[in-house]
């Protein structure tokens, strides 16, 4: 068993492009070891995105808690709002952004749990 917290997280995962990533459950030891499945605590601040990218194995399901997103899922523009999810399969190229004047927070969980490997910047 592995209970985390955002708190828990020493050294969260601060993209360049602005997005902080606390990974709470996950495959590296310090998140407890788990192969089927990762979950993530995303904070985008105002103005930022992530990077462009896909997962060649891993599935991902994004649930927003706070905030207002835009995501660019191949070519399609969708928004989501707190309590709606989004599912991205394999191979889908996908973006996130935080067009809002606050903080966007979203859950991120990936099936098999997400490794840095899995993750192609385009």
């Known amino acids: 068993m592995h209970i985390a917290s955002k708190q828990d997280v020493k050294h969260p995962i ?7 990533i ?8 310090r ?7 990762s979950l993530a605590l995303v904070v985008l601040p105002p103005t930022k995105s992530s990077a462009r990218h896909y997962h060649n194995v891993s599935e ?3 649930y927003i808690l706070r905030g207002a997103a835009r995501m660019i899922i191949d070519e399609q ?3 989501l709002s ?3 999810a989004c599912f991205i399969e394999p191979l889908e190229r996908h973006q996130i952004f935080n067009d809002g004047d606050d903080d966007l927070e979203f859950l991120a969980v990936c099936a098999p ?3 840095p490997d899995d993750s192609v910047f385009v």
């Open 77 to 79: 523009t969708l928004y």
């Open 60 to 62: 991902e399901s994004y």
């Open 31 to 37: 998140s407890g070891g788990a192969e089927a499945h």
């Open 82 to 84: 707190p309590g709606q």
């Open 113 to 115: 749990a997400w490794t």
């Open 14 to 20: 601060k993209s360049p492009l602005g997005e902080v």
């Open 22 to 29: 606390y990974e709470l459950l996950g495959a590296s030891e």
